[in-house]
């Protein structure tokens, strides 16, 4: 059974960090590209990074940029996004993506809340 499983979410203040963590099962993690999305209340969910297969490219949302890096460790079948400067606009819960065997792949997600 192809698994996505996100962890690391929580209330930050503004201007701190979180790294997010999503461990996948049931695929050869390594020859796949993976994503990050994230959705806030009231809004359309977005893209806020990506990773190909074996870490030769990174995509970014501009809103992010600078800020957020995303990385996979394939020894390990997970890929982590972390986020620095966090800022209140960043609160949304977030969640991992693969598209896997033809079929589109998505973990529970996990909430990030940037607040003082």
């Known amino acids: 059974q192809v698994q996505l499983v996100e962890s690391g979410g929580g209330l930050v203040q503004p201007g701190g960090s979180l790294r997010l963590s999503c461990v996948a099962s049931?695929?050869?993690?390594?020859?796949?590209?993976m994503s990050w999305y994230r959705q806030a209340p009231g809004k359309e969910r977005e893209l806020v990074a990506q990773i190909t297969s074996h870490r030769v490219a990174q995509n970014y949302a501009d809103s992010v940029k600078g800020r957020f890096t995303i990385s996979r460790d394939n020894a390990v079948n997970t890929v982590y996004l972390q986020m620095n400067s966090l800022k209140p606009e960043d609160t949304a819960v977030y969640s991992c993506f693969a598209f896997v065997y033809s079929q589109r792949v998505w973990g529970q997600g996990t909430q990030v809340t940037v607040s003082s």
């Open positions: 049931g695929f050869t993690f390594s020859n796949y590209a």
